[in-house]
Every structure is written in structure tokens, then in C-alpha cells.
């Protein structure tokens, strides 16, 4: 069973936009990591964020980490069509903090 | 360096056959992960090992599945008289870290598709 549930499902935006997406899990955290997926690839490590840490940068990259309502977000500043992808966010659990729990991902489309 | 690598990468399969999926970790990684990823959901948690020693196999959804990493650096996954519900993209990851849970680095995944 999966940890989380992202929120929205599918984003379109045209290129230069902001994409916003939201994830939320339900147990315990030590930290929780966004990834990225392109179609027929492999999952890359985007971000991590410690459980006592409520926002980070990367780049274009910002996440913010909401402990207390069990949730995430991530926010893509001015886009790019090659940020199209499938975004994930995972979470460990604090009794198991080797396994990767992955939410259902966003699909990001963005628009030349 | 070169990263995480899978074979094959589409695998088909006639249902009721075995099947091995293969992959290679970074040189030098502790840990290695399998997981399952079925169409249009989230990677799910199949197994973990810890050098040579598989630590976590409350993953794998039968006993149809089996998981190895003798030497402690390839492993392999392997299937046994598959079943369509098999079909998914299986994802290997391998991470530096030997305890607290750190970035883990994923392969391309091998697509298997059971007929």
C-alpha cells in the first residue's frame, strides 16, 4: 500500500509558469524526498528534506514540509517543457527508515 | 561513475514461466532496494539488503518471489511461474548509507510484461 496521496493527479501549465504540487502521508517522518520520473526512465532524486526542516531550495526547485498536517509541497518555478515528468513525493517511516513509502505521483505536463 | 543498471530492459514473458531480472548497484553501495511499480502508480517496496544479508522482504507479494545478492553487489530478482498481475516496471535503487535511510539512487527499471 502506498504512504501517500499527491495532489493534483495531472497539472498542465504552459512553459514559464509555476507548478505547484502537494503530497501528504500519513505516518510518522524522519524525512521525505521528491522525485522525478521521465517517461521509460528511471526515478532521479530531486530534493530531501529532514522532518525538522520546513522549507528548502534547489534551483527552481522549493519544498516545504508541514509536519504537524502530514504534508509536502512542491513548487517549480518558471517551467520548462523539459520539466515534464511524473513527480513523486517518499517518505520513510520512523520504525523503517531504509523503505522508500511513494505516493502516487503527479503527472506535470508542461507546454511549449 | 556509471549509475544503476538493469537487464533486461523488457522482458515478455508466457504466464506460468520464471523469470530473473538483474541489476547492478553503484560500486561500492551498502544498500540495495527492489520495487514494484505498476502503470501510473508509485514505485511499491519489495525488498531491501544490507551488503549480502536481506534485511526486509515484507514486500514481496508471494512466495513466487525471490531475491538474492550473494557477494553482496549484484543481485537478482527472480519470478517464478509468473502471473499477469506480475506485469509491472521493477525498479532497483542502491544507497551509500548503512543504517538511516538516505538518497537512493534507482535504476531504469526492467518493464515485464506476463501474456
Known amino acids: 500500500s502506498q504512504q501517500g496521496e499527491e495532489d493534483p493527479q495531472a497539472l498542465s501549465i504552459q512553459e514559464g509558469e509555476n507548478a505547484t504540487m502537494n503530497c501528504s502521508y500519513k505516518t510518522s517522518i524522519n524525512n521525505l524526498q521528491w522525485y522525478r520520473q521521465n517517461s521509460g526512465r528511471g526515478l532521479v532524486h530531486l530534493i530531501l528534506i529532514r522532518s525538522n526542516e520546513r522549507e528548502k531550495h534547489s534551483g527552481r526547485l522549493r519544498v516545504t514540509l508541514d509536519t504537524s498536517k502530514k504534508s509536502s509541497s512542491l513548487l517549480i518555478t518558471a517551467s520548462r517543457a523539459a520539466d515534464t515528468a511524473s513527480y513523486f513525493c517518499?517518505?520513510?517511516?520512523?520504525?523503517?527508515?531504509?523503505?522508500?513509502?511513494f505516493g502516487s505521483g503527479t503527472r506535470l505536463l508542461v507546454r511549449p | 561513475g556509471a549509475g544503476v543498471s538493469q537487464s533486461p530492459r523488457y522482458k515478455v514473458a508466457k504466464r506460468g514461466q520464471d523469470v530473473a531480472l538483474r541489476c547492478d548497484p553503484i560500486?561500492?553501495?551498502?544498500?540495495l532496494f527492489w520495487y514494484q511499480q505498476a502503470l501510473g502508480q508509485g514505485p511499491e517496496f519489495l525488498t531491501y539488503f544490507q551488503n549480502e544479508a536481506q534485511l526486509d522482504k515484507s514486500g514481496l507479494p508471494s512466495d513466487r518471489f525471490f531475491a538474492e545478492r550473494p557477494e553482496g553487489s549484484v543481485s537478482t530478482l527472480k519470478i517464478q511461474r509468473t502471473q499477469q498481475e506480475d506485469s509491472a516496471v521493477y525498479l532497483c535503487a542502491s544507497s551509500l548509507a548503512r543504517i538511516r535511510q538516505n538518497e537512493q539512487f534507482f535504476g531504469p527499471g526492467t518493464r515485464l510484461t506476463v501474456l
Open positions: 517518499a517518505t520513510d517511516a520512523m520504525d523503517s527508515s531504509y523503505k522508500l513509502i
Open positions: 560500486s561500492g553501495h551498502v544498500s
